[in-house]
């Protein structure tokens, strides 16, 4: 899956978030380590959704943008 995320720069580094996935932010030093960070807050946030949606009735859609 391909997820859009938005990155900003400080004086810290770089802060990283996934406007698709509500409160999924990271950061990173550098950019290239920002955006390996919100790889794996994306991997976590999406199984912590799996694991909260045990047992409920799901369906796949598919949207074409």
């Given amino acids: 899956m ?5 990155i900003k720069e400080s004086k810290e580094g770089f802060s ?3 406007p698709g996935l509500p409160g999924c932010w ?5 950019e290239e380590k ?6 794996d807050a994306i991997s976590e946030y999406l ?4 694991e909260l949606s045990k047992g409920e009735k799901t369906r796949l ?5």
């Fill in 61 to 65: 859609v598919e949207v074409v943008a």
């Fill in 47 to 50: 199984a912590a959704v799996e």
């Fill in 34 to 39: 920002a955006l390996k960070n919100i790889q």
């Fill in 2 to 6: 391909k997820y859009k995320v938005k």
């Fill in 16 to 18: 990283v978030w996934c």
């Fill in 26 to 30: 990271s950061q990173g030093e550098s």
